[in-house]
């Protein structure tokens, strides 16, 4: 494994981090089983694996405990733990939403789950129009002064919300996001029309979900075909909604690119991302051992310029994007 800073910081994070939203048990396509969730963040722990992504929300604070349990034994120092507020987790007022208070109450919770003292990267998972960004902004700056948090990021906005966030910390002399989770990958590439460049200019760190595009990228799925029972696509509009003309033709690119290779479709996906200059640690979600090697392979995959530019050739990135929310 090898490493790098996020962002402008000094925060030492894999090339990789392990997403943890398949560590529990609220959907099918989950692992639904807790003790092969532990063995396999151990397995991504002796890789070299040192960042991983939860959030509150995840099968309703289960994932969380799950990492907790797991990184028990492991060297905090050396690990970075993130998760995520925003999303209800109860019924009744003041269940979401990114208010002091709920910002608080969560921070709280997320810490016993975790069983840590502290989180070293705590992400705001969406935008909320309904809490001035002022008081959000507050909330966060008190942990990382009060020491619950060590650094701040965001997730998922537009180009002018996060910019937005970014002066008003700028002007309130407030702790800045330092990083960005966009979903970006070779065939979902709007934010590049969106938040990659405020990102890039302004030393923001990117940790991309869905690097695989739901799986549409590791090369399961076949055009003309429906997908087998079981896969996400089968029960899931948002990667079905994939299957287009220019998806299918980047696919055949990696598919190309991967055969010369004698690599996996999965593998180049994520090594076409760990070019992106922009973009400091893909979140990975495997849900068996066989999978997390595979994409730790992604890392010392070096490809040139022309593979590259195949890649990119059949998509012109646009926002929003045609049929995203």
């Not at 965001?154 to 996060?162: E, G, K, V």
């Not at 087998?228 to 690119?253: H, I, K, P, Q």
């Amino acid at each position: 494994m090898t490493y790098t800073r996020l962002g402008d910081t000094g925060l030492e994070v894999s090339r990789l981090c392990l997403g943890c939203m398949n560590f529990g048990s609220a959907e099918p396509w989950m692992m639904n089983d807790r003790a092969a969730s532990v063995e396999l963040i151990h397995e991504a722990l002796d890789l070299g694996i040192n960042f991983l992504d939860t959030a509150n929300v995840y099968s309703t604070g289960e994932s969380e405990n799950i990492v907790g349990e797991a990184v028990a034994s492991a060297n905090r120092d050396e690990l970075v733990l993130a998760t995520k507020v925003y999303f209800g987790m109860h019924d009744g007022p003041n269940s979401s939403g990114l208010s002091r208070k709920h910002i608080l109450d969560q921070v709280e919770a997320s810490l016993d789950r975790l069983d840590t003292d502290y989180i070293d990267l705590y992400q705001i998972h969406r935008w909320d129009d309904d809490t001035p960004i002022e008081e959000t902004l507050e909330a966060l700056d008190h942990l990382v002064e009060t020491g619950r948090v060590r650094y701040i990021g965001a997730s998922t906005m537009t180009a002018y919300q996060f910019t937005k966030a970014l002066y008003t910390s700028d002007v309130e002399d407030l702790s800045r996001f330092t990083c960005m989770q966009p979903e970006y990958n070779a065939v979902d590439r709007h934010e590049e029309a969106n938040l990659l460049e405020v990102c890039e200019g302004e030393g923001v760190g990117v940790i991309p979900w869905s690097p695989l595009a739901g799986g549409f990228l590791t090369g399961k799925y076949e055009r003309d075909a429906e997908p087998e029972s079981g896969l996400r696509a089968d029960a899931d509009e948002y990667t079905r909604n994939r299957f287009t003309d220019e998806n299918w033709a980047v696919l055949d690119a990696v598919r190309s690119v991967a055969d010369a290779r004698d690599a996996t479709p999965a593998q180049v996906a994520l090594a076409w991302l760990l070019h992106r200059d922009v973009v400091d640690a893909p979140i990975i979600g495997p849900r068996t051992s066989a999978h997390l090697h595979e994409n730790a392979g992604a890392v010392g995959i070096d490809l040139d310029a022309d593979e590259i530019a195949r890649i990119d050739a059949p998509k012109t990135p646009r926002w929003p994007a045609p049929g995203k929310d």
